[in-house]
């Protein structure tokens, strides 16, 4: 199917998570030494156990049962992980906590740490000191010293070109690329992500970076829940400067051997050297919403990472409601239940890694001062950009909030 050739931005339905077990708090992660400077061939046999002790171990995990269909049988990726964006159920995963390069994917953290401090309206004039350090052989939009831009421009660019220009000007503006690692940092160890260690903002090469399917997956369910997030991550294409650019997910954007995948709403792509292919996509189908993450698969064939990608969206789509998880995506530390709130009133889902399905009250939407964004969902179907239904995804110290009832509102 050939891709749009307009701007379209395919916002994801994030409905109001499902409530994640408010009685069990996230397993501590295993104590793990500074990462090496480049990792090895083979997982280690011990990883953190963040999520779950089952996405600790080494080798795919999953629960298959009668009515659960075959994983796909040729998966190269080093690792990879489908989980249920709502619940934050893990369905399936192979290797999930191996700490890789993470490649541009480690965008998804900037981007969330970023985003909220620069009104998207605010313009910023290049000095020759914003762009230093710049990658050899780094993706870029184009940055020109000398020339104005507004932060729509510049997010513009570090979501559809990956462009490394466009971070390290946006770092620069806060306060410099130490400065913005360290925000990184800090905001990767909020979200539980310590599997990830950050050293450059853009995710070039760097000895010792890495982050693993699990936290890039966090990565994109935080970003996730904030609009402008959405809308950057799921537009195709977008004028910047005198020209147009397009966006490098190929799931999103379509390729001669890859077409735009049904439901698809972003989010993420990188390949480096060191790294290889790495995505973490998002899609929506039937009222589903699934996150998969595929880093390094050892099949060099053209748009590869995106191929393994689109056969693990299809099995989590057909599996969906029929296989028990094998773990789950934790929330941040500042939305952790206190023992108070655990305890009393609270609906208690599957521990982490008993594979238990738990309960899940309805998704849904809330309004008021509280509220952070419409999420509207789009699905490609029969060449044809459907709008479904949005939800508020309402946020705060318990995170996501339960008993939520889903309000369907047109965009």
């Known amino acids: 199917m050939p891709a749009p050739k ?25 104590a793990v030494p500074t990462p090496p400077a480049s990792p090895s061939a083979t997982p280690p046999a011990r990883m953190s156990t963040v999520g779950g002790e089952r996405l600790g171990l080494p080798g795919t995990q999953v629960n298959l049962a009668p009515g659960v269909p075959v994983l796909p049988k040729d998966l190269t990726a080093r690792s990879w992980i489908v989980s249920d964006a709502e619940s934050g159920e ?79 000007v946006l770092s620069a503006m ?3 690329v130490a400065q913005t690692v360290g925000d990184m940092q800090k905001h990767a160890d909020e979200l539980q992500a310590l599997d990830t260690h950050v050293v450059s903002p853009d995710g070039y090469d760097e000895p010792g970076q890495v982050s693993s399917a699990y936290d890039l997956t966090l990565f994109a369910r935080s970003g996730l829940q904030k609009k402008d997030f959405r809308d950057y991550c799921s537009t195709v294409s977008a004028k910047f400067e005198s020209g147009e650019i397009r966006n490098t997910n190929r799931l999103l954007s379509g390729d001669t051997d890859v077409p735009v995948y049904q439901g698809i709403a972003g989010v993420k792509n990188g390949n480096t050297t060191n790294a290889g292919a790495t995505f973490t996509g998002v899609a929506e189908r039937n009222g589903k919403v699934l996150l998969v993450t595929v880093m390094n698969p050892q099949k060099h064939e053209h748009n590869e990472v ?94 996501p909030l339960p008993d939520l009832v889903r309000r369907r509102t047109r965009p």
Do not use: C
């Not at 870029?140 to 932060?151: P, R, W």
């Not at 990608?309 to 239940?337: H, R, T, Y």
């Open 6 to 30: 307009k701007t379209v931005r395919r916002s994801l339905l994030v409905a109001a998570t499902a409530l994640l077990s408010l009685s069990v708090t996230a397993p501590a992660a295993l």
């Open 90 to 168: 893990v369905l399936a995963a192979h290797n999930a906590h191996w700490r890789l390069p993470p490649a541009s994917t480690l965008k998804m953290l900037f981007a969330d740490t970023l985003l909220p401090r620069f009104p998207r309206t605010m313009e910023h004039k290049v000095a020759s000191a914003d762009l230093a350090g710049v990658g050899v052989g780094s993706s870029v939009v184009g940055i020109k010293e000398g020339h104005s831009y507004t932060v729509h421009d510049l997010w513009l660019g570090v979501f559809l070109r990956s462009g490394n220009d466009a971070v390290h």
């Open 174 to 176: 806060n306060g410099g």
């Open 306 to 399: 995106y191929k393994e990608s689109a056969k693990l969206f299809d099995w989590g789509f057909q599996a969906a409601g029929k296989v028990n998880a094998v773990g789950e995506l934790v929330p941040p530390k500042s939305a952790a239940p206190s023992p108070a709130q655990s305890g009393a009133g609270a609906s208690a889902g599957p521990s982490a890694g008993s594979g238990g399905s738990g309960s899940r009250p309805v998704a849904g939407a809330a309004t008021g001062a509280g509220s952070r964004g419409v999420g509207v969902a789009a699905a490609v179907t029969g060449g044809a950009l459907v709008l479904l239904a949005g939800a508020v995804y309402l946020i705060n110290r318990r995170w």
